[in-house]
């Protein structure tokens, strides 16, 4: 049928093509270019439409920061390959490896084929930053109540710490103890978690760089330390991360601006449980890895164990504690905690020494 030659056309490369036509076929380009998106596999994808959560528990025997008998004061994991207790294991017989990490890591993935749920982590407290002297300097008490917001004081800097030297050999440690590791068969971490905290990264990047591990940081906003008040725990801008560590990678959603730290409000406790719990929730959820690592804080991690039922042990700037983590899927959504009162004493106008004083 011929169309009636009245027809209004458009002209693509100097050939006439009726409008309607013109329109249909541009419209149909567009939807398959839409529809191909972008081929990156998201580590964080779009919610389920059905909420969930996790029970977590830690399954002791393995290292022995998770024994009630290890001392957290005396114990050091560097002396103790990150704390792998020497022992057999029932896969055993099926393994000809002789080497205590390999009958480990064939171990756990024995265990992972029967049950999906269980995975490995190493978490790792950043090393030594300048907040951390600050409260050293003034004293806790006048941290808290006077120091701990400001950006810094007689020199130092703290808001998003630094890590120090002394800090920055802290991590180097840790790297040095995987490199003697790594010939006896530790398992690789296959997803490396990072707190976008600037110490946090650098620690990090000094305990893994250089290792061919496959390191690549992989930024999540809830693994933070706690929140609000304190300005060592302000984290920078998207942007400004991004410059600072171009070779990160931020979850999915990651805002430009800190969306959770509040300036006259500290997160208690209870708060800060949830939210760690809740970036574990993610992890099982979107994570189908069983080793991973994850740099992060002393009240974060100090919230992980208590999430997975831990004991509680202490963690010093640049330490590190391996636990193996059983989850059980429970439907409906995690609880949210009351709101309770900020988790800080009456802020000072002026520091605490200076009180009284004519």
Not at 15 to 38: E, H, K, T
Not at 343 to 355: G, I, K, Q
């Amino acid at each position: 049928m011929l169309l009636p030659s009245n027809i209004h056309k458009s002209k693509v490369c100097g050939i006439g093509i009726p409008i309607p036509i013109f329109f249909a076929s541009a419209f149909l380009i567009l939807l398959f270019y839409f529809s191909m998106g972008d081929t990156h596999h998201d580590l964080v994808p779009a919610e389920p439409s059905r909420d969930f959560h996790f029970k977590f528990a830690v399954l002791k025997g393995y290292f022995m920061q998770s024994e009630d008998s290890t001392d957290d004061v005396t114990f050091d994991f560097k002396k103790s390959n990150f704390g792998l207790i020497n022992r057999t294991y029932d896969t055993d017989v099926a393994s000809a490896e002789k080497e205590q990490w390999k009958r480990f890591e064939a171990h756990i993935r024995t265990l992972v084929s029967q049950d999906p749920s269980i995975k490995v982590i190493w978490l790792g407290r950043h090393g030594q930053g300048w907040h951390n002297v600050a409260e050293t300097k003034y004293g806790t008490k006048a941290w808290d109540c006077y120091y701990s917001a400001l950006d810094g004081h007689d020199g130092i800097t703290w808001a998003d710490a630094n890590l120090t030297t002394a800090g920055q050999q802290q991590a180097l440690d840790v790297n040095a103890l995987w490199k003697q590791q790594l010939p006896h068969g530790i398992p690789v971490p296959e997803t490396f978690y990072v707190s976008p905290l600037t110490r946090t990264i650098e620690t990090a990047d000094l305990s893994f760089n250089g290792l061919e591990l496959g390191y690549k940081p992989f930024i999540k906003e809830l693994c933070r330390e706690a929140l609000g008040i304190h300005t060592c725990d302000r984290r920078s801008t998207k942007s400004h991360i991004a410059k600072t560590f171009p070779h990160v990678t931020f979850e999915q959603g990651f805002s430009e601006p800190d969306p959770l730290w509040e300036k006259d409000y500290r997160e208690p406790p209870a708060a800060r449980r949830y939210r760690l719990a809740r970036f574990l929730d993610d992890v099982w959820k979107s994570d189908d890895g069983v080793f991973f690592s994850l740099t992060s804080h002393s009240g974060a991690i100090a919230s992980i164990l208590e999430v997975i039922g831990h004991r509680k042990f202490a963690l010093e700037t640049g330490g590190v504690i391996p636990v193996v983590v059983r989850a059980e899927k429970v439907d409906g959504a995690r609880e949210i905690p009351p709101k309770e009162p900020s988790d800080s004493p009456p802020m000072c106008d002026r520091p605490p020494e200076m009180v009284g004083a004519v």
